[in-house]
């Protein structure tokens, strides 16, 4: 009897970050799969403990600080972050390995080849970014090298270029639903999601509104309009879908120009937990939606504006949409499907 397929998922796995790996992992076992998960923000003792406070110290007295750049020390977070992944290959003997972007060009080319000579381990890679012409560049010269590559937009390659799309939105009932008790939604407006210009551009236009905004790098680079909008850097499992239940409108704005395609996991994540979501204009809404549902969309920063004074007092509109929307995304794809659509197109000779 064949042994069930394995596979190793280095990703964010702390408690701070994008549960996407923790969605994917459980997607890989209830498809059957063995699954070992390899956290790619883990540091070394040495480093978190001792180094990091030695340069937070010179920094603190005005010296340079110390670069681990191009260090051939094992407890910088590069070489810790290969040494912990290749003790896993050498332990698990995964039948796959998937990467997410941008983690192929972290871990290095040679390094990758090294872990497939190991055990005769699959690379499958999967940019889960934006479309950005850098971060392109680097899938189009993964793809070359992997196994199998997949992508989350369309924009800026072809299937010459080795490389699949595949969406990374899909419902994760464990960590996104509703909760059973309906509670009235507080008078606000919130956003959830890293600083960029193009967030700050649209986040600008209505930070007269009762807006609060949670996400990392706002109160560095953010303007001053958004800066005093920020309640916190990070917010995750209870505490987001409490935050997203008791607010009016939960905003989806994607960071880069979505007239090139791909979409963020806002769009099924809100409506997963009930909310009302409000979020920018593309035609790829359709591919979850399929114009069955009116989604409340806007196209530049005074569309924004007007949408959001319009449903802060719409309550009655608001409810019914947002109830259309959470029963029409409870039928969409899982990720157990998501991966699955992965699994078929790696051709495994298992022992």
Same mark, same amino acid.
């Given at each position: 009897m064949k042994r069930p397929p394995k596979i190793i998922l280095p990703f964010y796995f702390g408690h701070s970050g994008l549960p996407l790996g923790h969605s994917c992992a459980d997607g890989f076992r209830q498809l059957g799969w063995e699954v070992c998960c390899v956290?790619?923000?883990? =540091? *070394?003792?040495?480093?978190?403990?001792?180094?990091?406070?030695?340069? !937070?110290? /010179?920094?603190?007295? &005005?010296?340079?600080?110390?670069?681990?750049?191009?260090?051939?020390?094992?407890?910088?977070?590069?070489?810790? @972050? @290969?040494?912990?992944?290749? !003790?896993?290959? =050498?332990?698990f003997?995964?039948?796959?390995?998937?990467?997410f972007n941008p983690f192929p060009k972290m871990?290095?080319?040679?390094?990758?080849?090294?872990?497939?000579?190991i055990g005769q381990t699959k690379l499958a890679g999967w940019n889960v970014d934006g479309p950005y012409d850098d971060l392109i560049a680097h899938s189009k010269a993964d793809a070359k090298v992997f196994d199998k590559y997949f992508c989350i937009h369309r924009h800026g390659y072809s299937s010459a270029d080795g490389i699949q799309y595949l969406p990374a939105y899909a419902l994760d009932a464990k960590r996104y639903f509703k909760p059973p008790a309906n509670v009235a939604p507080k008078r606000r407006i919130v956003f959830v999601g890293a600083y960029s210009p193009r967030r700050e551009e649209f986040l600008s236009a209505i930070a007269d509104l009762p807006l609060e905004i949670y996400g990392t790098a706002w109160r560095?680079?953010? &303007? +001053?309009?958004?800066?005093?909008?920020?309640?916190?850097? @990070?917010?995750?499992?209870? +505490?987001?879908?409490?935050?997203?239940? %008791? *607010?009016?409108?939960?905003?989806?704005? *994607? *960071?880069?120009?979505?007239?090139?395609? &791909?979409?963020?996991l806002r769009v099924v994540d809100i409506p997963a937990t009930g909310a009302f979501m409000l979020t920018d204009e593309t035609p790829e809404l359709a591919d979850i939606f399929g114009g069955q549902i009116p989604?409340?969309?806007?196209?530049?920063?005074?569309?924004?504006?007007?949408?959001?004074?319009?449903? /802060?007092?719409?309550?009655?509109?608001?409810? &019914? /949409?947002?109830?259309?929307?959470? =029963?029409?995304?409870?039928?969409?794809?899982?990720?157990?499907?998501?991966?699955?659509?992965?699994?078929? %197109?790696?051709?495994?000779?298992?022992?």
């Open positions: 956290d790619t923000q883990d =540091e *070394s003792f040495f480093y978190r403990y001792v180094f990091k406070r030695f340069n !937070k110290l /010179l920094k603190a007295i &005005g010296l340079a600080q110390i670069s681990t750049a191009g260090k051939s020390w094992p407890w910088t977070p590069l070489n810790h @972050r @290969r040494a912990q992944l290749k !003790k896993a290959v =050498e332990t003997r995964p039948d796959v390995i998937l990467l871990y290095g080319t040679e390094f990758l080849l090294g872990l497939k000579k560095k680079r953010g &303007g +001053d309009a958004t800066k005093r909008r920020v309640m916190a850097n @990070r917010i995750w499992g209870n +505490d987001l879908l409490k935050l997203m239940n %008791e *607010s009016s409108i939960v905003l989806n704005i *994607s *960071s880069w120009d979505p007239g090139k395609t &791909g979409l963020s989604v409340p969309t806007f196209k530049d920063p005074a569309d924004l504006r007007r949408q959001a004074i319009y449903f /802060l007092d719409a309550d009655e509109e608001r409810r &019914g /949409l947002a109830n259309r929307m959470h =029963e029409h995304i409870l039928r969409s794809d899982t990720y157990a499907d998501r991966m699955r659509a992965i699994a078929n %197109e790696i051709s495994l000779n298992q022992a």
